[in-house]
């Protein structure tokens, strides 16, 4: 079975690149770009590679506009909000891994238990579901 299984994964995988076509790029005479898998009768065109997916823009950092500059008092308070941003979203974070793995041992476990004012008991099959729910509800809003 892991054997079959392999093989058609493998084909899969390859099998993508083997139907790749050739892609011909070229300008008419209005000046209208065209994509084809046949060339035009007389018309250069170039060859386009389909096999690669192009390269990944290089993001480049924005100069510094007037009012930065003018304004010190203002850069500092935008790189304060900021900051405080990142922090917030490596909490959420936080906060999203806790709750998954949470929602998973509450659903894998049917024998939860908890430590309440310092007695160790077990869930009830009804409050392992309100707590499944409440994880679930907690995860869709909170978490992308």
Not at 18 to 23: E, F, G, K, L
Not at 68 to 87: N, T, W
Request: glycine share 2%.
């Amino acid at each position: 079975m892991r054997r079959m299984i392999l093989t058609s994964s493998l084909l899969l995988a390859l099998s993508a690149t083997a139907m790749a076509s050739q892609v011909y790029k070229w300008v008419d005479a209005q000046g209208v770009t065209h994509f084809g898998a046949q060339p035009p009768q007389g018309q250069q065109s170039t060859t386009i590679n389909t096999a690669t997916p192009p390269p990944m823009p290089v993001e480049q950092k924005a100069a510094p506009t007037f009012q930065s500059i003018a304004d010190p008092e203002q850069a500092a308070i935008d790189e304060k909000v900021k900051r405080e941003i990142a922090a917030k979203e490596v909490e959420r974070k936080k906060h999203c891994e806790s709750v998954r793995t949470n929602l998973a041992q509450l659903e894998n476990n049917p024998r939860v238990r908890v430590e309440e004012a310092g007695e160790v008991r077990r869930l009830t099959e009804e409050e392992r579901q309100q707590r499944i729910a409440e994880a679930k509800k907690s995860i869709t809003s909170n978490c992308k």
